[in-house]
């Protein structure tokens, strides 16, 4: 599919120049050219090479994913490949840093005087102090991570973040960087029309963008959203400000918040498991067991779990794991996720996975043939191809449902 979306201006961007425009624009596309021209050159390669030398050498066929990446690893199309994918990342963040530093004292401004205008909340604590799993490393590669700040109210890193995203997601995440939050209110809304959260919690929330669609589709619910770092929670609650939304952000950690028991309705987070540690996700699954009221969701989205895809899609979406410093990234995927939501808390009988479409390619499939239903499952039955944004049809989506209690049965 051919991405024509172009990033919906706000005022918390930076200025581009043109030379920034070109620069960004070559950034996507290389991410672009390496998905749709280079990756599918993998396959037939281990196919046709790989997979033959590696069972002359050790007298039986690949069996896994590691058994995979043993093979193609001295590979020199696989070298090409994680080489250039590497630097595409790492030049996409570059591209968009140059008119960060140019104007940070002016976006720095502008964010205080949209914060100081809105009626919600931004909280951030000053003995605040975030995981290791996320302060010890520049995630996706993005320089300085979510956590670093280079001065007094800083909000580089969600201004970087914004934008970089975009151009990571070659503008599979839309216009507005929302295709997330957005594809699982679309997934609400036709699942479960009844369902009427009044008060909704984003974990690991960055810079909101998955947040704001939820007070688009539920415009009576207070929402917050929480990441543990303060630079880019600064940033959410500007940008929200900016784009006429009113939303409560705090910096607080998912494995232990400060909101009251029972406090939401649902819970949800986007792409966040992966981005946290096998310690840390169980005390995650805990906390929203312990947040949502009796009838309450959680609702992760994601990719799906290593046991539903074959060992090459393993293989390939592994690769995060090692060329851009996503440490958990495969450790998650075989985690069992149902069982930890089962020992949170949540009866097994009440957690699922499910495919939430993505709302972008809806769009795209609805201006080409008017939406309905089979198109939707059409789109939703697409596969992702590699990376978080590679373009797929839909998000996988863990879904469980704490219990009435009796006397809310009655």
Known sequence: MLN???????????NITH????????????????????????????????????EREYGRPPENRLDIRKGMLPDNYFQLYASINRISQELLWESVNVSIDRELPELIEKAKEYSASATSQLIIPEDFVPPRYVSALDIHCMPGGYCSEVTKDDVAAGVLYDRGVYLYSMGYTGPNNDDLGRSVCNYLKRNKPDFKPLRILDMGCTVG?????????????????????????????????????????????????????GYFDLVVSHIMLHETSAVAMPKIFKECERLLKPGGLMIHADLPPFDLMDPFTQFILDNET????????????????????????????????????????????????????????????????????????????????????????A
């Open 322 to 409: 090692w060329y851009n410093n996503e440490p958990f990234w495969g450790a998650m995927r075989d985690m069992d996720q149902i069982e930890l939501a089962e020992k949170a808390g949540f009866p097994r009988s009440d957690v699922r996975f499910d495919t939430a479409p993505m709302a972008v390619m809806e769009f795209a499939a609805a201006a080409a043939a008017g939406y309905d239903i089979d198109t939707a499952e059409a789109v939703a039955d697409r596969d992702f191809t590699a990376g978080e944004f590679a373009p797929g049809g839909g998000w996988e989506v863990l879904i469980a449902q704490k219990p009435l209690t009796k006397k809310e049965v």
């Open 209 to 261: 963008h998955s947040t704001l669609p939820y007070q688009e589709y539920f415009p009576d619910a207070e929402i917050w959203g929480i990441d543990v770092g303060a630079p880019v929670i600064r940033y959410a609650h500007a940008r929200a400000k900016a784009m006429g939304h009113d939303i409560n952000f705090a910096q607080m950690n998912a494995e232990e918040t400060t909101f009251e028991d």
């Open 4 to 14: 024509c979306f172009q990033q919906n201006r706000h005022d918390m961007l930076p």
């Open 19 to 54: 030379d920034d425009a070109s620069r960004q624009e070559f950034a996507k596309s290389l991410k672009g050219y390496i998905q749709q021209s280079m990756l599918p050159g993998l396959q037939p390669i281990y196919e046709n090479r790989v997979a033959k030398n590696f």
